[in-house]
């Protein structure tokens, strides 16, 4: 079986090779007669595919002029049929020899699939009652040299979507609408946040410090200061720093790094938005939140249900809203907020939960029990709040119990969608927590924060009461696409070379 195997093999890659051949060949062929399709530089097109067939009543009998790839052709003697794809669809061709003349008929029959052409010519429909364009004039803009892929979602190395994705986007339209829908989705919150009087600002992706998560960085070196410096593993710090300065409103959209593994939820390199607003609350972010979402899904998707992965998601306004001790009660039967740092140890331990080293205080055996009992039921947005202080660096304590902090995240499917905090605004409370992250690092925690002091620093100036929020923008739009592996939302997924 195994030799059958190599033998087809084989036999694929022989054919292959004669076809590109024969495609270089054909390339020559046309340069050698003065027509190089690589010496093209323009053609003025006047319509896209989808303006013809959506508006044919007042298109037809006119003139079109149309750019895009040949995707199929069907040579029938003196006329024949080809489709154009262009970025919003495809148009079926009609290309007589009498309409072109000889010798560019000729031209157009020696054509592969894959060529990019220009054509300009008349809109009618055919007997059939398809809609299409009757060729005048047809031009050779750039030659297809490697074959395209016949059945691409038939290829069992699914990996070659993502590491040849310019192949993917030619052959599967819904792959162009999951990024033409990721576009929507990132411009409608830049819309909706302009709209509410945020700024949007951009801070530096090297940094001094990594801060603002609990994250393990990428480390680079600056050979003219001769320093390491750090990808940026969070934004946080530095807008924080801007609402020091006073500039009250502010949010930034960019790429987060991330040293860390990677699956279908996760990479390397990853979108977010943050955004912080003096005078507000974590409740203040979770009605912005709420809105923001609710706002893109009407716009983007014209409906606050989606269906992911089988599962129907409703963003309708009015999401749960639990603490998280509540949570860990109503699926646990804990009831933390009823014991002692003691009771929280012996009760997780008759469990049988596997406590990390330097991990035993209440609040971290709380968080403990969210993550095994709790996190992966939350199918419904749900936000929960109220984290313990020991996971919480950044966030405010809660007044009226100094163990909680004012945070919440945002679950969807099991998922966290997104992290806020009313934040810390007291710096000697701030530099406290830093020294505990920086002991934590010591003993081995290489994604504790480490201390930032001029952050403190701003912090001494003064900070208003503020409210910030981070949201993960690949996965909002793995949910509003229905995708189910991050690398189906990132044109460009971090892959491991070929051959290692």
Not at 332 to 351: N, Q, Y
Not at 388 to 398: D, F, G, H
Not at 419 to 442: G, H, K, T
């Amino acid at each position: 079986m195994a030799n059958e195997q190599k033998a087809v093999t084989e036999q694929t890659q022989e054919e292959l090779n004669e076809l590109l051949r024969i495609r270089r060949e054909k390339l020559k062929d046309l340069q050698d007669a003065g027509t190089d399709p690589f010496e093209q530089v323009r053609f003025e097109r006047t319509n896209f595919t989808t303006d013809i067939k959506e508006n044919f009543d007042e298109m037809e009998g006119k003139t079109v002029r149309l750019a895009g790839r040949m995707m199929s052709k069907r040579i029938m003697g003196k006329a024949s049929f080809a489709d154009l794809s262009d970025r919003y669809g495809r148009l079926q061709l009609y290309v007589k020899r009498d309409e072109l003349g000889e010798e560019t008929y000729k031209g157009f029959k020696k054509m592969d699939i894959g060529d990019l052409i220009g054509i300009s010519g008349e809109v009618f429909r055919t007997q059939k009652g398809e809609v299409s364009v009757m060729v005048k004039e047809l031009t050779l803009l750039s030659k297809n040299l490697i074959p395209l892929p016949e059945k691409w979602h038939g290829l069992k190395d699914t990996d070659m979507r993502y590491r040849q994705r310019y192949v993917d986007l030619i052959i599967n339209p819904d792959v162009r609408d999951t990024f033409e829908k990721r576009s929507a989705i990132v411009r409608e919150i830049r819309n909706f946040m302009d709209s509410r009087g945020f700024m949007e600002v951009e801070t530096p992706c090297l940094n001094t410090i990594p801060g603002g998560a609990a994250a393990r960085p990428f480390v680079t070196h600056h050979n003219a200061l001769d320093i390491d410096m750090y990808m940026r593993i969070a934004t946080e710090l530095h807008l924080k720093r801007l609402i020091v300065g006073g500039m009250e409103q502010v949010y930034e959209i960019g790429r987060i790094f991330r040293n860390e593994g990677m699956d279908t939820r996760h990479n390397p390199e990853f979108t977010t938005i943050e955004l912080y607003q003096a005078y507000t609350d974590y409740n203040g972010m979770m009605d912005i939140t709420e809105d923001m979402v609710v706002h893109v899904c009407e716009k983007v998707l014209g409906t606050t249900k989606v269906t992911y992965q089988g599962t129907e998601l409703d963003f309708t306004k009015g999401w749960k809203r639990m603490t998280m001790a509540d949570a860990v009660k109503e699926y646990s039967g804990l009831d933390f907020m009823a014991m002692s740092a003691e009771e929280a140890l012996a009760a997780v331990k008759a469990r049988g939960l596997e406590i990390e080293k330097n991990k035993d205080s209440w609040g971290d055996l709380l968080a403990l029990c969210y993550e095994e009992y709790v996190e992966e039921k939350l199918m419904q947005p749900t936000f929960i709040t109220d984290y313990p202080v020991e996971i919480s660096p950044l966030a405010k304590r809660k007044a009226s119990d100094p163990r909680l902090t004012e945070r919440f995240e945002c679950f969807v499917y099991g998922r966290e969608l997104c992290n806020a905090f009313s934040e810390l605004n007291d710096p000697i409370d701030q530099r406290e927590r830093f020294e505990r992250q920086v002991a934590l690092r010591e003993a081995g925690d290489d994604e504790a924060n480490m201390m930032d002091t001029d952050f403190v620093t701003a912090l001494e100036y003064g900070m208003p009461p503020t409210g910030g929020m981070g949201m993960g923008i690949d996965r909002l739009v793995m949910f509003l696409t229905d995708s189910a592996s991050i690398r189906d939302v990132l044109l460009f997924p971090t892959m491991k070379p070929l051959g290692e």
